[in-house]
T-cell receptor, first 113, second 117 residues
Framework: DTAVSQTPKYLVTQMGNDKSIKCEQN?????MYWYKQDSKKFLKIMFS???????INETVPNRFSPKSPDKAHLNLHINSLELGDSAVYFC????????????FGPGTRLTVL | AQKITQTQPGMFVQEKEAVTLDCTYD???????LFWYKQPSSGEMIFLIY??????QNATEGRYSLNFQKARKSANLVISASQLGDSAMYFC??????????????FGQGTTLQVKP
């Protein structure tokens, strides 16, 4: 009965590699988001999709590419990983018409060595 | 530009006492939403409470209440009867106004709360 799930929970990789983080929600929400939490715990929006359409792209390097195969899934692919990409990445979802509340996944801790 | 400020990096409270976590915001929008989230040491983000800018009554959810003072642009979280499990980092966030379809949340810096037995 998980609402918003992410895989993997932990990801350790070398600089220069390409990796993906998957997100799925079973809440029937139309809108999904990716947030980044840095080492100082600061949270910032990266992307938002509404019904598979990109609606927010917050000046994120184009090495980051979100993909939404359907409105229940929003994946994040990162090319050519850099040390500065190390962070916790949170997926979230909401139903803007019914409620403003965004529900977050458990987070993926990415460590780039 | 929209901004959220949490001026208390860390707070202590005695178990069973009430505590207020401060949050001020800055926006020129008339329509906006204010949220509080809890992040325990395990790392997940847990939604606590929501206040809409047009809501006249302060939001309450169990032991959580939001002290909304629109003219002062403040949205403080009050936790009553603190429990040890309340020890966590707390984030205030604002949903940008205008079309709610964007849903972008802007977060404050967070306040770490420690509940003492």
């Amino acid at each position: 009965d998980t609402a918003v799930s992410q895989t993997p929970k932990y990801l350790v990789t070398q600089m220069g590699n390409d990796k993906s983080i998957k997100c799925e929600q079973n809440l029937g929400h139309d809108t999904m988001y990716w947030y980044k939490q840095d080492s100082k715990k600061f949270l910032k929006i990266m992307f938002s999709y509404n019904n598979k359409e990109l609606i927010i792209n917050e000046t994120v390097p184009n090495r980051f590419s979100p993909k939404s195969p359907d409105k229940a899934h929003l994946n994040l692919h990162i090319n050519s990983l850099e040390l500065g990409d190390s962070a916790v990445y949170f997926c979230a979802s909401s139903h803007p018409v019914l409620s403003d509340t965004q529900y977050f996944g458990p987070g993926t801790r990415l460590t780039v060595l | 530009a929209q901004k959220i400020t949490q001026t208390q990096p860390g707070m202590f409270v005695q178990e069973k006492e009430a505590v207020t976590l401060d949050c001020t915001y800055d926006t020129s929008d008339q329509s906006y939403g204010l949220f509080w989230y809890k992040q325990p040491s395990s790392g997940e983000m847990i939604f606590l409470i929501y206040q809409g800018s047009y809501d006249e009554q302060n939001a309450t959810e169990g032991r959580y209440s939001l002290n909304f003072q629109k003219a002062r642009k403040s949205a403080n979280l009050v936790i009553s009867a603190s429990q040890l499990g309340d020890s966590a980092m707390y984030f205030c966030a604002m949903r940008e106004g205008g079309s709610s379809n964007t849903g972008k949340l802007i977060f404050g810096q967070g306040t770490t709360l420690q509940v003492k037995p």
